[in-house]
């Protein structure tokens, strides 16, 4: 099985026997590019945040508002557990009185906890905007690490591959309200283990390491890991087909690694795992398999993304409004073709990376093959794949294709490193690799190229500069951010807090969902969820069983958002006053609470229309309902 072979860490030479160590390079010089490169990225974390820090205690993302909102509430959630000492898994300060199953949802536990008191001190909106920055610059910096240790020599190739890695479009694309999706920098710590996992004598901690890696990104983000252990199968498949041999030598300690890592990885998170599947709030699968649907559309592949500088607004209505996981331009795809070519001859590592663009290419289609917002006719590869079927129940097609963005930015390392006439890596293999695995699949070592290495004069000028204008048009622009109203005075200062005693519940107005509410579900992470609030913005059980967005709807919160989205109050009959009570009494309400502004005029007529006359106090309107409830 495979480890960081000699001939996967180079780019352009041949597969030679280690026989000693490279000349070591001065420390200084690493250590400062190093620095300058992690101060880049930063540079650049701090660059696709600037809108939000222009306000940041009232500005959400314009693209996707409510999941910004959702993941300000995770993390005054975490601040919330560990300062109440309440189990992180569950929380009854949403969709009261049900709860809500936080291992069953994109809860990010992993990033909310230890971030909790930064949370405490800044509050949720700030903290949510300096984790989102150096999210993505972390997710670099350990791409970083991991090209520049383990595959190229140059470290430009490791720094122009990094920042791909961290910042490529489908990865900025989800830094528009879903950071869970940009917390990627463990992933590139799991593969080197998981390439490491057949060195001779140390599967023991080899095993454990990724045991304790594999643990901590369940936290995080388990459909991230998904595709990256998808995208590890592919590669130790594509390794064992290539070298058999060596693969084989390997097997034994590869296996037992394996092992240790499993036994750990479940030893850590056996109880949570239960919990997401058999917890309160438990649910299976998401309601006709809705994810199934997003397939990448193969136009997408040439088209500059929105948030690049090459992109704009415009370009989500030339295709259609789906996530933008590829988006790479036709001068980026040109340019990776053109380096799979050259490199996939010499280069071990190219043709593996070459088997990952294509298997998830098309593995990234969805039920229909779509081309410029077109669906045709044609069958995709999910058109075959049951709804049901576990571990890709909740899967969308369309972000398999991350995988393909992943390595793209590997293969951008590899031909920089090429130009640059990269060697073998800094750190070699260790000096017991087999003779079987040190030559190629047949015992013989690959054909030594022309050279001594370096491309020719004239090659290096041109690839830098097709490498170069390739990617300047997905340098990333400021996140698009849209300002929201601040939560009302009553809110913020306390004024509800005689009017909502422990075990009752203060009724938002509207009540928060997953299409309207946000600025409602805001009061609770704003004010650290010190009232539990009914509804929200988060995947529970139906009545069969099954995922949905949302608490399913009662007959008083569907009579509000009719009224919203109709601008007027429909006829009332003593059974929708009925039915208010009923629904007031369920989610044991103290007070309903409705904003003064002229917005909510309509909601102030519907809400009277049920339970009689309001009182103004401070600047919100309010039903004191304990005298209608038992």
Partial sequence: MPVVDPSLNSASV???????????????????????????????????????????????????????SWFEWLFAHGAYSLRHLENPLFTARQNAPDGVNMMANTSLLGVTLPLAPLTLLLGPQVTYALYLGGALAATAGTSYWM??????????????????????????????????????????????????????????????????????????????????????????????????????ARAGAFLAAGGVGAGVALLLTAYPIWFQFNGPQSYRGLQGGVFHSWGEDLAAFVTFARDTVAGDEAVEKTIGLTEQNTWFGWPLVLVALVALVLLVRRSLAARILAVLVVVFTVAAIGPKVRFDGVETAIDGPWAYVPDDLPLVEMMMPTRLSLVV???????????WDALAGGGRPPVPAPRSVPAAERTGAEGTAEPAPPAAGSPRRWLRPVGY????????PLVPRPLPAQQVDPPPHFITAGGWRPYVP????????????????????????????????????????????????????RPTSTLIYATMDAGRVPPLTGENRRQAVEDLRFWKASVVVLGAGPREAVLRELMTALLGPPQRVDDVWLWDVRPLLP
């Fill in 502 to 553: 422990t075990g009752r519940t203060l009724v938002p107005v509207p009540i928060p969902s997953n299409v309207h509410g946000l600025p409602t579900l805001r009061w609770s992470a704003l004010t650290g969820q010190q009232f539990p609030i009914p509804g929200g913005y988060f995947i529970g059980p139906n009545e069969q069983g099954e995922g949905v967005f949302g608490a399913p709807n």
């Fill in 465 to 472: 500069a097709a490498l170069t204008l390739a990617l300047l």
């Fill in 147 to 248: 090209l520049s240790r383990h595959l190229v020599r140059s470290r430009g190739a490791a720094f122009v591959g990094g920042a791909f890695l961290g910042f490529a479009p489908g990865i900025v694309h989800h830094a528009n309200g879903q950071p869970n999706f940009v917390s990627n920098f463990l992933l590139p710590l799991i593969v080197v283990r998981v390439l490491r996992l057949g060195e001779p004598g140390r599967w023991w901690r080899n095993g454990i390491a990724l045991g304790v890696l594999v643990a901590y990104q369940i936290f995080i983000n388990e459909e991230m890991l998904l595709l990256t252990a998808l995208a590890c199968l592919v590669v130790v498949a594509a390794y064992v087909a290539q070298r058999p041999r060596a693969a084989w």
């Fill in 405 to 415: 963005a992943a390595a793209v930015g590997v293969l951008l390392a590899l031909a």
């Fill in 14 to 68: 041949a597969v030679e026997p280690v026989v000693a160590d490279p000349p070591r390079r001065p420390r200084r010089r690493p250590a400062r590019t190093d620095v300058l490169a992690i101060g880049a990225y930063a540079l650049l974390g701090v660059l696709v945040c600037l809108n939000y820090w222009g306000d940041v205690q009232h500005r959400v993302s314009s693209h996707l508002p409510t999941d910004h």
